[in-house]
């Protein structure tokens, strides 16, 4: 099973960036799907999760409003669409998958993902003010 998150770069502050989470090996359309990001010298933190068909989602406080996570499951990719993007959003994003989803999405979000089970590399976004 693999995750791959892409689709980082610089952007100045108040630009747009859009992610890409794509899966190989497993199909996500079974899974719970979140994004993560981890900022130097700082502990992983929550952004958003999506239900298998999308239909339920949750956010951060930090990015309500500015962020919004999709998927399209005939490509098998989950996508995060980020928009008035601050210096503060720079990180390191993951997605992960949890495939036998246990908890609700917004418990993923505010346990910074515990309990997913897969999780892909990351993708650095870098916010310049």
């Known amino acids: 099973f693999q995750l791959q998150a892409s689709g980082g770069g610089l952007v100045q502050a108040g630009g747009s960036l859009r992610l890409s989470c794509a899966a190989s090996?497993?199909?996500?359309?079974?899974?719970?799907i979140g994004w993560f990001r981890q900022a130097p010298g700082k502990e992983r933190e929550g952004v958003t999760c999506?239900?298998?068909?999308?239909?339920?989602?949750s956010y951060a406080d930090s990015v309500k409003g500015r962020f919004t996570i999709s998927r399209d499951n005939a490509k098998n990719t989950v996508y995060l669409q980020m928009n008035s993007l601050k210096p503060e959003d720079t990180a390191v994003y993951y997605c992960?998958?949890?495939?036998?989803?246990?908890?609700?999405?917004?418990?993923?979000?505010?346990?910074?993902?515990?309990?997913?089970?897969?999780w892909g590399r990351g993708t650095q976004v870098t916010v310049s003010s």
């Open positions: 992960a998958a949890d495939d036998y989803p246990y908890y609700s999405c917004g418990y993923y979000v505010a346990a910074n993902g515990h309990g997913m089970d897969y």
């Open positions: 090996g497993f199909n996500l359309e079974t899974s719970f």
């Open positions: 999506i239900s298998r068909r999308g239909g339920l989602t």
